[in-house]
């Protein structure tokens, strides 16, 4: 028997807190996996891309998943695919869920980990934190972060008027005009949206900001620029992802220009942030062992609730 998880039934069991913490073991000890993921990606004659990231794998866990999404950004919402949890004993397929959910939790949650990581400390709670695109990614971040520290303001812009409008209707604030005039009013800025140009250049920042960028995740998308990329201690989730697909590659640097990857800071084999006044990034890919972190997580909490509907695909 499959077992069917819709969107509600994933959000029914999913909790932010519970899902960093597995995205947290996941980056200290991914690099042990016995595979490397793959990111298989295409363009389509219709106005969107097909991406495929296989297999997610992580130690200790003796399942694996194949994850098939279709990218239009047009569509709303703009990522539908499914996420296929297979057993590691014999390939059963245990689980199919939404990928949209999964992708957008374990995305946002991982990136509100790595900015709370590499963010100045902000004891007081009064630094600014600034969004440039307000869409599910934006708010997942913005719903991890609130439970990791807190801050004094929020800024948003996003080519979306009603998007802006409904964002700040959920977590308060006030709507900019332009992602430069979001990163002179933040101390911490996230970017989330499908630019295929720089939307922040080093002139717009400041030393001391932290820069989340969440939408270089495939080749052609950039959202901050080489000189921006250079001048700040850069981190990723995996250099050579980074380099061939994500923020590196946009903007033509190599993967010797990322300094660490999360799980290397996360386990203190290289230093994050060491100054208050440095500049700090994290421009992130998404790897198929995230898929797995959560949809594990997903099918466990699931199987103990009676959340979701059972089918048998053989029958």
Not at 30 to 47: E, H, I, M, W
Not at 137 to 157: N, Y
Request: with cysteine; glycine share 10%; net charge negative.
């Amino acid at each position: 028997m499959t077992l069917i998880l819709t969107r509600s039934d994933l959000e029914a069991v999913l909790e932010p807190a519970a899902c960093t913490a597995v995205l947290e073991d996941g980056f200290r000890s991914a690099d042990a996996r016995s595979a490397t993921g793959q990111r298989v990606r295409t363009d389509l004659p219709f106005p969107g891309t097909a991406t495929a990231l296989i297999p997610g794998l992580l130690p200790g866990i003796d399942a694996y998943t194949v994850k098939v999404n279709a990218e239009f950004p047009g569509g709303r919402p703009a990522l539908r695919g499914v996420i296929c949890l297979h057993g590691g004993h014999d390939g059963e397929l245990l689980a199919l869920m939404d990928s949209a959910t999964i992708t957008a939790w374990r995305t946002g949650l991982a990136a509100a980990l790595a900015t709370h990581v590499l963010a100045a400390p902000d004891p007081g709670g009064e630094a600014v934190l600034g969004v440039i695109g307000a869409g599910a990614q934006a708010d997942l971040v913005v719903r991890g972060l609130r439970g990791m520290r807190s801050f004094g303001e929020v800024v948003v812009h996003d080519t979306d008027p009603a998007r802006t409008a409904a964002f700040i209707g959920r977590y308060g604030g006030r709507a900019l005009g332009s992602p430069a005039a979001v990163a002179a009013a933040a101390d911490v800025v996230l970017l989330a949206t499908w630019s295929r140009t720089p939307l922040l250049h080093l002139a717009d920042t400041r030393p001391g900001q932290h820069v989340t960028s969440l939408g270089a995740d495939e080749p052609g998308k950039q959202e901050l620029s080489a000189d921006l990329l250079t001048s700040a201690l850069l981190v990723v989730d995996d250099r050579e992802a980074a380099a061939t697909t994500g923020a590196l590659a946009a903007a033509g640097l190599p993967a010797t220009a990322a300094r660490a990857t999360l799980g290397e800071v996360l386990r203190n084999d290289r230093p994050g942030r060491t100054s208050p006044t440095q500049r700090t990034a994290y421009a992130p890919v998404g790897l198929p062992w995230q898929d797995l972190a959560l949809a594990w997580l997903a099918f466990e909490h699931a199987e103990q609730r009676g959340v979701g509907t059972r089918t048998d695909l053989l029958s």
